[in-house]
């Protein structure tokens, strides 16, 4: 694979991941605990929109097709969408969902952090931008996990189901495609984000006084678009209307 | 003295602190909350105050119901700042309405009570696209002409949160207004979806205003008190009169078709209001009543044991970070 290439796609694939999650968070509008809650979650939503959009611009600045950022975002199938399959999961209940960003946001506020000094400045200015929103993402919702580990029975039991629930999709975060393959030494190693990865987050449960599932397994294919059914259904709702009038501009 | 006596009668201490209080409001002199004020006014500014703050509020809801289907990236994220914007006036008016001693919890409980109420206009149900233009183009538009009015409220707390939100929605008026035109600039299905909410939307926009000022219960008391500061009708005539050349600019048709431009007062005048639908929809009747409040119901009670949590975490004070 060509670098060039393998950047496209890493680039969709950091936008995929965004734009999924920032879908998923939209859906707590009018739905938070309290007002300012749900307007922290709006506004997360908005951190990710933007990011997609930037990380869509710039692979389509490097294989210029006539092809929009909306065009990716709107009007690729399943099987091309690239996010990890976290991402893509239910909102569930207000631990579930926190739970979800904390892991999520912890990846990626590594994974910015890294590639705020790559090589290649065009990703490297695109990371630092975003690593100041997913560092408060992180901190926003590591916080509730403490809040629910040290809150009351219920919200601890809550926080635990949620980490049972959504263990599983941990690993698919990391996994190495091509792309990064190609990338060595432009982006970092994914194993390597993984570990310091696993002592955040193991740093972040035992301040919880929560813990992993017992049982380690792990499903993966995201990264290769191999998705839940879960993907189909957010596709169908952020597509309606590109779907039904094609060519339509809004 | 006999006249000793009298001038210390309870009725006539109270006559003098309502006189006072109402030479203050003359003077333009904002009311405080540690004020002396009649509970009469209280009362009516608090009514307010809360009202406001709900249809903020429960407003979030129609526009919300299209944040995952906006057509692209960058409607999606004018929308989502829009609704996050009217969240935001919900949080300045609850606190505005607490320097009066009422708390956010008490204010939610008397509307999932049925005590307190919101604007209508929510009532109604967003069906297309082109409805989150109508609703900012028409509905905070209406709106923006009664808070430009109410910047000047005699409630000190309750005219600087209007001084704050006023700011925020010419915005929300502008990206309304955009949509509609990028609709009608569009494919005739676009064109059909824009007339199609304008057509929806524009007479529960004016009866945002309320009730012809002959037929209103609270005005006359209001505008002595300068909580109101323009009758319903005059704010109604302010927003026909800026809205109708703006819909004809981009091509909308106006659903009225007694509506014609009168020469003498400079003014549009306007076909009969449906005040029947209003009454059902302020009863309780319209598409949407039942959903707004189960919906607003449902969200907080699953946020109970979130805020329960919240609250226990706080109160055992463990430090972290
Ligand atoms: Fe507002
Ligand atoms: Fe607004």
New binding site residues.
């Given amino acids: 694979m060509e670098t060039q290439q393998a950047l496209y796609q890493y680039a969709v694939r950091l936008g995929d991941n965004s734009l999924i999650m920032a879908q998923r968070l939209a859906e707590w509008c009018s739905n938070g605990p309290i007002l300012e809650e749900d307007l922290a979650l709006t506004n997360a939503a908005l951190d990710y929109l933007g990011e997609a959009e930037n990380y869509y611009n710039y692979a389509l600045s490097l294989e210029p097709d006539g092809r929009t950022a909306d065009d990716l975002a709107y009007l690729r199938n399943e099987r091309q969408y690239y996010n990890c399959l976290l991402a893509e999961q239910p909102n569930g209940d207000y631990a579930q969902t926190m739970v979800k960003l904390a892991l999520f946001s912890a990846y990626l506020k590594l994974l910015y952090d890294a590639l705020s000094q790559s090589t290649d400045t065009n990703l490297s200015a695109l990371a630092s931008k975003s690593l100041k929103e997913v560092k408060y993402h992180f901190r926003h919702s590591s916080e509730w996990m403490i809040r629910f580990g040290h809150g009351t029975e219920e919200s601890k039991s809550r926080a635990q189901q949620a980490i049972y629930e959504l263990w599983r999709f941990t690993s698919d975060m990391f996994e190495t495609t091509a792309a990064d393959a190609t990338l060595k030494g432009i982006v970092p190693d994914p194993a390597s984000i993984q570990s310091e990865w696993n002592s955040v987050i193991n740093d972040l449960l035992s301040r919880c006084g929560l813990k992993k599932p017992e049982d380690p397994y792990q499903v993966k294919g995201g990264y290769q678009a191999k998705h839940t059914e879960h993907l189909g259904h957010i596709l169908c709702e952020l597509q309606f209307l590109q779907r039904a009038y094609p060519g339509a501009k809004w | 003295m006999s006249s000793t006596i009298e001038q210390n009668s309870p009725t006539t201490v109270m006559q003098e602190r309502l006189d006072q209080f109402q030479a203050r409001i003359d003077a333009d002199e904002k009311i405080e909350p540690k004020d002396w004020m009649p509970e009469e006014y209280r009362k009516t500014v608090l009514r307010q105050m809360s009202q406001h703050a709900h249809s903020?509020v429960i407003?979030m809801q129609p526009e919300g119901n299209w944040i995952l289907r906006a057509p692209c990236l960058r409607a999606k994220k004018i929308l989502l700042a829009?609704i996050q914007?009217?969240g935001g006036?919900g949080l300045y008016l609850y606190s505005a309405a607490e320097t009066l001693g009422t708390g956010r919890e008490a204010l939610i409980e008397s509307l999932h009570n049925g005590k307190a109420k919101y604007s209508s206009i929510f009532n109604y149900p967003t069906l297309n696209w082109a409805d989150i233009g109508a609703i900012?183009w028409l509905?905070?538009g209406a709106?923006?002409v009664n808070q430009v009015s109410l910047q000047r409220t005699s409630y000190g707390p309750y005219a600087r949160a209007m001084v704050r939100?006023c700011k925020?929605?010419s915005?929300?008026?502008r990206q309304g207004y955009e949509i509609m035109t990028t609709m009608m600039r569009g494919n005739s299905a676009q064109k059909e979806m824009a007339q199609d909410a304008m057509n929806r939307w524009w007479w529960p926009a004016l009866m945002m205003f309320g009730p012809h000022d002959k037929d209103s219960a609270h005005t006359q008391q209001s505008m002595q008190w300068r909580i109101k500061r323009e009758s319903n009708d005059v704010l109604r005539q302010r927003f026909i009169d800026k809205t109708i050349d703006q819909a004809h600019l981009i091509g909308l048709t106006i659903p009225d078709e007694q509506l014609k431009y009168n020469e003498d007062t400079k003014h549009w005048d306007i076909g009969p209001i449906n005040w029947d639908e209003f009454w059902q929809v302020v009863g309780g009747h319209g598409l949407c009543n039942e959903q707004r409040m189960k919906h607003h119901i449902r969200a907080h009670q699953d946020g109970q044991w979130v805020r329960e949590a919240a609250n226990a975490f706080a109160q055992k004070q463990i430090s972290f970070n």
Wanted: no cysteine; glycine share 12%.
């Fill in positions: 903020e407003g829009k914007d009217e006036h900012g509905v905070d709106a923006i939100i925020e929605e915005f929300h008026q």
